[in-house]
């Protein structure tokens, strides 16, 4: 379905690695609208290919960045305005990835290097990107950025390990630079805090497939899928959520409101029996 929300507009997108991410459906999702726009990944993810469908599918040209490293940054801002014709009016920030989850590293024994990785991957690189984007003035006047996050930001979640302290710094950084660049160029700045997804980055955490029938029986409405999460970065995007910013949206089905639901008392009592 289209409703041209985003028509004549353009985006770049990061964090395309494979047809769940969460990111390729927002690619279809903004395609779908009326959007135009880059894909971006790691050069290192390049490797799999599979952005080269997107790519196709979508008529988008492919540029790839390390999201830490500035000068890739800066060349991703830099030549998505001269493929596009233009300055950008949205970029969704999808990222993540901690060594220490993937080492298996728990969290009372943290690897620090990793963790400074983790971080820098996670959510430095959100800064990075708005302080290119900035600099070089490369958004439109109520251009839009989306970052994705996690409710590890606010609550424990054991098995997200240092995650959940590089999403806490990623929704911070949406605050506090959606000030500054609110005040300068009326650019928003908000997060999604999405329900658990079946996708690489989410499949590579300890206990997930547990942890996703969980989440699913406490939400009133269901874990929320990837495609519903594209839907809603449509409406940040687009200019029906134009005095939004500096805000974690929760895009969860309502888990992040639900004490406790009957499905999950009665997996309790079944446990019990
Ligand atoms: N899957 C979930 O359960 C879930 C829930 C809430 C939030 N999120 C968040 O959604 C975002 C997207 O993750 P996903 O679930 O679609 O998984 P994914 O594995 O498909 O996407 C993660 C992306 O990050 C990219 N990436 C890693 N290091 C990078 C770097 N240095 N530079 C540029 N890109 C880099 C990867 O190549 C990959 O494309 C992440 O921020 C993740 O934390 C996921």
């Not at 943290?110 to 959100?126: C, E, G, P, R």
């Not at 839009?144 to 959940?164: E, G, K, W």
């Not at 955490?205 to 989440?215: L, R």
Request: proline letters at 3%; charged letters at 20%; aromatic letters at 10%.
């Amino acid at each position: 379905m289209s409703n041209n929300l985003l028509k004549g507009k353009r985006g770049i997108i990061s964090g395309a690695l494979d047809s769940n991410s969460i990111a390729w459906k927002v690619a279809e999702r903004a395609h779908a609208q009326g959007a135009t726009f880059t894909l971006t990944n790691a050069p290192i993810a390049m490797r799999m290919g599979e952005i080269n469908k997107l790519a196709e599918a979508t008529g988008s040209t492919i540029i790839p960045a390390d999201a830490t490293n500035m000068d890739e940054l800066k060349n991703l801002f830099t030549q998505s305005t001269e493929v596009l014709g233009g300055k950008i009016d949205f970029v969704l920030h999808s990222i993540g990835m901690s060594p220490n989850i993937r080492k298996n590293i728990p969290y009372t024994k943290l690897n620090y290097d990793f963790f400074n990785k983790s971080i820098d991957v996670s959510a430095f690189s959100l800064h990075k990107m708005l302080a290119t984007a900035y600099e070089l003035d490369a958004m439109s006047e109520w251009g839009s950025v989306v970052a994705l996050s996690y409710i590890a930001a606010q609550r424990t979640y054991p098995f997200y390990t240092d995650m959940a302290d590089a999403k806490a710094v990623l929704e911070s950084i949406a605050r506090s630079f959606g000030y500054h660049y609110g005040k300068a160029k009326k650019v928003r700045v908000n997060t999604i805090s999405q329900s658990p997804t079946k996708t690489t980055a989410g499949n590579g955490i300890k206990g997930f497939e547990d942890f996703y029938d969980y989440a699913d029986k406490l939400s009133p409405l269901g874990n929320a899928s990837a495609e519903a999460c594209a839907d809603c970065c449509m409406f940040l995007f687009s200019d029906l959520s134009r005095m939004v910013t500096m805000q974690n949206i929760y895009h969860d089905g309502g888990y992040s409101n639900t004490g406790v639901s009957d499905e999950v008392m009665a997996m309790m009592r079944s446990d019990n029996a």
